[in-house]
């Protein structure tokens, strides 16, 4: 889910640059191998990782981590440096770190996969629930700041602006007690804001959808206006987390620590 939603929403923000630095290019491959490696992963049945998986989704992160450094230096080089102005209208600083989450999470899934039958699985010694959901937590609160920076720009003109804003950080706490939590309890809070924040996900990019329609000439201005309207790909990144959220309350529940 978050790598289809970054191969699209790189794609359009890519295009509308103009793939002025051949580097632009890379995401778009990296996030289309880690969507491939994790429907192959879905249909292979050894329960065990593969490394050619393990490989993807390492790029993948490493390429996210490297979009944001050319975001932030890209930021830093324009004429007053980072200004609203700058954050507001320049390469988005949070958005590669999208690439960098489907990564993490398809490596932390590898490694779950991986667990020898009958054992609790475990990454690097730590309950793989409580991994996911740390991983969950933070990823939520990062997608947050994007969607803040990019909702404030718009001034908050339609009070639906304000659910990204205000629902995934209460999920994004409720998934992090969980994770520093007892793991055997039973969390129906969490996992109640973690399925209404997936829904948020879809009702988030038909917002969009409409908020594209708004623009002059409509959808019958496409090229134009899916460019420069609101990010339709974007939302669903939420809807990627909060699955792997519900995941790791699931394996939290099948194999407490405590």
């Known amino acids: 889910m978050i790598a289809t939603s970054v191969l699209a929403d790189s794609a359009i923000e890519h295009y509308r640059g103009s793939f002025h630095n051949k580097a632009m290019v890379i995401p778009l491959v990296t996030a289309a191998l880690s969507l491939a490696a ?3 992963g879905s249909a292979d049945r050894r329960p065990a990782a593969h490394p050619a ?6 790029a993948a992160a490493l390429t996210g981590l490297a979009g944001t450094c050319f975001h932030i230096f890209n930021i830093s080089k324009k004429p007053a440096g980072f200004s609203w102005q700058n954050l507001f209208y320049s390469a988005p ?14 490596f932390l899934a590898e490694r779950v996969r991986d667990t020898l039958p009958g054992r609790a699985p475990t990454i690097c010694g730590v309950s793989a629930g409580r991994a996911v959901a740390a991983a969950t937590s933070v990823g939520l609160l990062g997608t947050v700041a994007e969607a803040g920076l990019l909702h404030f720009r718009g001034a908050y003109h339609d009070p639906f602006m304000y659910l990204p804003v205000t629902i995934p950080p209460l999920t994004a706490v409720l998934i992090g007690n969980a994770a520093l939590g007892r793991t055997c309890e039973r969390r129906p809070l969490a996992r109640f804001w973690l399925r209404f924040t997936a829904l948020l996900g879809f009702v988030g990019a038909g917002f969009h959808v409409i908020g594209v329609a708004r623009n002059m000439g409509g959808w019958r201005n496409w090229t134009q206006n899916v460019l420069n309207g609101p990010p339709i790909p974007a939302p669903p990144s939420f809807t990627g987390l909060a ?12 194999h407490p620590d405590d």
């Open 53 to 58: 998986r393990d490989g993807i989704y390492a």
């Open 243 to 254: 699955l792997a959220g519900l995941a790791a309350l699931g394996l939290m529940e099948d």
């Open 93 to 106: 600083i949070g958005a590669p770190a999208a690439l960098t989450l489907s990564g993490i999470l398809g």
């Open 38 to 40: 994790s429907a192959h």
